[in-house]
């Protein structure tokens, strides 16, 4: 079992940056590889951001490559996500999530823990 506990949203201008933590429970954190997701009002959850267990490999979605940049610490059992240039399209709760199978990628079904979600709004 993993918790997930996510920190870091709030309230910016657009342009503005903000950066996620994700803080997982248990000694195990760096058998699963971890990813973002988020949703926002009335639209279904769509991937953002994944990285493998060791760190090395990481995907985006297109809407967001070049401007977040997802990371972990496995010393600290923590997955972030810098999130530079936002939009107000960015706005949205943002969820992390765990995969044991190391697989998952953008497929959130695959997940296998979540957190319970950040709020990030982004004003024009």
């Known amino acids: 079992q993993v918790q997930l506990v996510e920190s870091g949203g709030g309230l910016v201008q657009a342009g503005g940056s903000l950066r996620l933590s994700c803080a997982a429970s248990?000694?195990?954190?760096?058998?699963?590889?971890m990813g973002w997701f988020r949703q926002a009002p009335g639209k279904e959850r769509e991937f953002v951001a994944a990285?493998?267990?060791?760190?090395?490999?990481?995907y985006y979605a297109d809407s967001v490559k070049g401007r977040f940049t997802i990371s972990r610490d496995n010393a600290k059992n923590t997955v972030f996500l810098q999130m530079n240039s936002l939009k107000p399209e960015d706005t949205a709760v943002y969820y992390c999530?765990?995969?044991?199978?190391?697989?998952?990628?953008?497929?959130?079904?695959?997940?296998?823990?979540w957190g319970q979600g950040t709020q990030v709004t982004v004003s024009s």
């Open positions: 999530a765990a995969d044991r199978a190391g697989s998952a990628l953008y497929r959130g079904h695959e997940y296998d823990f």
């Open positions: 248990g000694r195990t954190f760096s058998y699963y590889a």
């Open positions: 990285i493998s267990r060791s760190g090395v490999s990481t």
